[in-house]
């Protein structure tokens, strides 16, 4: 009989443990990044969700705000308000979108902050009317 040795295999890789339900298991590759601190505000929210509406309705995918209404069970009313954000200046609307994350507490911005800025037509009121509304909110919450 003869004896043999054999070398010691070395495997390289990058792996990581991942839940699954009440248990871990071994996968491949690097963990994932965990999402940064965190929510986005409601506003942000609503005005993305505004400008899906806005575009559904472009498209013909809906007919109108009625038939919004029913699909997402709110009142008209609702999506009148959430739609009242599309006239807000492009520059405010942006900003609305990427508002900073809230990390803890209430939302410093709501949908009734917005509401009177953007029944003004005039967008060089509508940009003073949010920088009055930006100076009452703490500044570290608003670009």
């Known amino acids: 009989m003869s004896t043999a040795t054999t070398a010691p295999l070395t495997v390289a890789g ?20 965990p ?28 007919t109108d705000q009625a038939e919004l209404a029913r699909l997402g ?15 807000l200046a492009p520059d405010l609307i942006e900003t609305v979108l990427f508002l900073p994350p809230v990390v803890h507490g209430r939302d410093p911005l709501v949908l009734r902050d917005l509401r009177p800025i953007a029944t003004t037509s005039d967008w060089s009121r509508q940009r003073a009317m949010w920088r009055n509304l930006r100076a009452c909110i703490s500044p570290s919450h608003t670009d």
């Open 35 to 62: 999402p940064a601190p965190g929510r986005v505000p409601r506003v942000a929210r609503l005005m993305a969700l505004a400008l899906k509406f806005d575009e559904l309705i472009r498209t013909g995918a809906v």
């Open 73 to 87: 069970h709110v009142t008209q009313a609702r999506v009148s308000q959430i739609m009242a954000l599309l006239h």
């Open 14 to 33: 990058t792996i990581h443990f991942a839940r699954k339900g009440r248990t871990k298991e071994l996968r491949e590759g690097p963990a994932p990044v």
